[in-house]
């Protein structure tokens, strides 16, 4: 069974200042996509970034970037330029490339602070 | 135009009551999801439904029982209701192998 862990429970940053948040999962697959997903006190769950796993460029959205190792099973989330706006629950998420493995299995969260 | 709705957003009951959480997508997506996401926000699947076919039970109590009607809906039965069943529900859909869009959660308090 595929497993995620997010070693910080709570990190923080100043406003305009980048952060990384850590990443990492176990799994015996080879084609499998990874998710970040921010959770603000609305409890809505916002997809922020996705990455395919045989795509060896980081994926990057705006301000958002991962840095991707396939053979660490690492996949850290970059802020940069933070935003009051980005205060929130951060998950990690993993899924399965199989057509039967569409379940996304999550890592126990990081709250982000940021600090103006 | 929301995308993925559930009702009620917010639900606080006995124990011992049954109670359902409704969820609807208007995304066109072939698959849904309930999660739970516990008092340590933690989430973790319970359910997956392909064109209203079980696909994913995750171990879960049997009081817990999904209904797919159709495609565009999949709610959430719970008997007999204990204060452990407190939590937030969350419904998802996908098309098969592409992100999931989540709803807006339902908190549930069982008191």
């Known amino acids: 069974a595929q497993t995620v862990t997010q070693s910080q429970p709570e990190m923080s940053v100043q406003e305009a200042e980048t952060v990384t948040l850590s990443c990492t999962y176990d799994?015996?697959?080879?084609?499998?996509?990874l998710f970040w997903y921010k959770q603000p006190p609305s409890r809505q769950m916002i997809l922020v970034i996705r990455?395919?796993?045989?795509?060896?460029q980081n994926a990057t959205e705006n301000r958002f970037s991962v840095n991707f190792q396939k053979a660490a099973k690492s996949f850290s989330l970059k802020i940069s330029d933070s935003q009051l706006g980005d205060a929130a629950m951060y998950f990690c998420?993993?899924?399965?490339?199989?057509?039967?493995?569409?379940?996304?299995?999550f890592g126990e969260g990081t709250q982000l602070t940021v600090n103006p | 135009d929301t995308a993925v709705s559930q009702t009620p957003k917010y639900l606080v009951t006995q124990m011992g009551n049954d109670k359902s959480i409704k969820c609807e997508q208007n995304l066109g997506h072939d698959t849904m999801y309930w999660y739970k996401q516990d008092s340590k926000k933690f989430l973790k699947i319970m359910f997956s439904y392909n064109n209203k076919e079980l696909i994913i039970n995750e171990t879960v109590p049997n009081r817990f029982s999904p209904k797919s009607p159709d495609k565009a809906h999949l709610n959430l039965h719970i008997n007999s209701l204990e204060l452990g069943d407190s939590a937030v529900y969350f419904c998802?859909?996908?098309?098969?192998?592409?992100?999931?869009?989540f709803g807006p959660g339902t908190r549930l308090t069982v008191l």
């Open positions: 998802a859909s996908s098309r098969v192998r592409n992100e999931q869009f």
């Open positions: 799994t015996s697959e080879s084609d499998y996509y």
């Open positions: 998420a993993y899924r399965s490339a199989s057509t039967s493995g569409s379940r996304l299995t």
């Open positions: 990455q395919e796993a045989y795509k060896q």
